[in-house]
T-cell receptor, first 109, second 111 residues
Framework: RKEVEQDPGPFNVPEGATVAFNCTYS??????FFWYRQDCRKEPKLLMS?????NEDGRFTAQLNRASQYISLLIRDSKLSDSATYLC??????????WGAGTKLIIKP | DVKVTQSSRYLVKRTGEKVFLECVQD?????MFWYRQDPGLGLRLIYF???????EKGDIPEGYSVSREKKERFSLILESASTNQTSMYLC??????????FGDGTRLSIL
């Protein structure tokens, strides 16, 4: 079983809709969690950290559920430019990071 | 702003060649990483380093070595390149309890 699992998608979503995807992790010792966005043929870029209390950055909301061991990303009012692959990562030390394989999101006009 | 620079965006080499991929960061980060990324497999850790001259194997170190002679520079070496090492290579660095930051990536093709 993979330590960090994501639905690979693709999620095909109309512009303006709300979309959410989850990422489950198996190591309960994980301390920090992040969402990254990766465009085709580019490097992953940090989208947002995920805090226990949940956090919001504009149209993006990230949440952590330690009891069920998953993190989520919600995108409201989706834009065409949100089309990308979204990667989650669980970090449990400065050099122990477990990456998910990513969820592909396609926003359609 | 965090800056991680990889020496080449695209590289084409031949089977059996020794290949060097260079990565430099300007944030004085202790920890540096080399990953490869292949379709459907996500990011796989090759090697990481938590200090100068220190290195640790990641999940897929076979066929690779690394060098960290200076804090800002972390080099990945393909001792004898093979076609199955054709991939996207990503360098990253991080400071304590902070997220990783990546370089632009190197698309390496081995012919």
């Amino acid at each position: 079983r993979k330590e960090v699992e994501q639905d690979p998608g693709p999620f095909n979503v109309p512009e303006g809709a709300t979309v959410a995807f989850n990422c489950t992790y198996s190591n309960s010792a994980s301390q920090s969690f992040f969402w990254y966005r990766q465009d085709c043929r580019k490097e992953p870029k940090l989208l947002m950290s995920v805090y226990s209390s949940g956090n919001e950055d504009g149209r993006f909301t990230a949440q952590l559920n330690r009891a069920s061991q998953y993190i989520s990303l919600l995108i409201r009012d989706s834009k065409l430019s949100d089309s990308a692959t979204y990667l989650c990562v669980a970090q449990y030390s400065n050099y122990q990071l477990i990456w998910g394989a990513g969820t592909k999101l396609i926003i359609k006009p | 702003d965090v800056k991680v620079t990889q020496s080449s965006r695209y590289l084409v080499k031949r089977t059996g060649e020794k290949v060097f991929l260079e990565c430099v960061q300007d944030m004085d980060h202790e920890n540096m990483f080399w990953y490869r990324q292949d379709p459907g497999l996500g990011l796989r850790l090759i090697y990481f380093s938590y200090d100068v001259k220190m290195k640790e194997k990641g999940d897929i170190p076979e066929g690779y070595s690394v060098s960290r002679e200076k804090k800002e520079r972390f080099s990945l070496i393909l001792e004898s390149a093979s076609t199955n090492q054709t991939s996207m290579y990503l360098c990253a660095s991080l400071a304590s309890n902070q997220p990783q930051h990546f370089g632009d990536g190197t698309r390496l093709s081995i012919l």
